[in-house]
Every structure is written in C-alpha cells, then in structure tokens.
C-alpha cells in the first residue's frame, strides 16, 4: 500500500511559479514510477509528467521546458517545479504510483493516486 498526498497548489498569476510536492508513504517507494496528472473542470484527467524508479523522466508536450519532475527517495517525495505558468495549466493536479513500467503515460496505469491540489493560473 502506497498513501500520497500532495500539497503546494494555490492561486499564481501567469507567468508565475509553484512547486507542487507528493508525500508517499510505504516501504516500497523506490520501486514505484511516479506520475502527475491534471485535470481541468469538464475535461478527462491528463498526463503531465512521470519519473521512473531510476530517475527517468518524461513530460507532456505542453509543459516541456516549463515543468521539471524531480524525486527524493530518501524522504519520500515527488516535487513537480512548475515555471512560466499560463491560464490552461490550471487545474486540479494529483500524484500517483504506478507498479509497472509501461504505459505509463495513461492514468489507468497507476496504481495509487493522492487526493489533488489546485492550481489556478489567473491571466
């Protein structure tokens, strides 16, 4: 079993920053891929960035070279440093685990999800 739970969001105007945080609990966390996802009111949960267990990491085209996805397993955390924010980065954004190493992109690949933190990017 994996817990998470995310902190960090709030209210940013654009062009702004934040830096969301994933606190994982679990023995096991070095085994796990981490993503973040998104979701804004009315649209399907996105992909926004992950990082394998080795450190790996990917991001969704839209904040490539923006968003930065780092993992401290010593505390057991995932931090997602979000730059240059703008007004459609604004949703609700959740942690999640995922056990396997493909896929890893799609949300109904992971395992555990945090509760979400928002974020609103005013123009």
């Known amino acids: 079993q994996v817990q998470l739970v995310e902190s960090g969001g709030g209210l940013v105007q654009a062009g702004g920053s934040l830096r969301l945080s994933c606190a994982a609990s679990?023995?096991?966390?070095?085994?796990?891929?981490m993503g973040w996802f998104r979701q804004a009111p009315g649209k399907e949960r996105e992909f926004v960035a992950l990082?394998?267990?080795?450190?790996?990491?990917d991001y969704a085209v839209p904040v490539q070279g923006r968003f930065t996805i780092s993992r401290d397993n010593a505390n057991q955390t995932v931090n997602l440093q979000m730059n240059r924010l703008k007004p459609e980065d604004t949703a609700v954004y959740f942690c999640?685990?995922?056990?396997?190493?493909?896929?890893?992109?799609?949300?109904?690949?992971?395992?555990?999800w945090g509760q979400g933190t928002q974020v609103t990017v005013s123009s």
């Open positions: 990082v394998r267990s080795g450190g790996a990491t």
């Open positions: 679990g023995r096991t966390f070095t085994r796990y891929h």
């Open positions: 999640a685990a995922a056990g396997l190493n493909y896929g890893l992109v799609l949300s109904r690949t992971y395992d555990y």
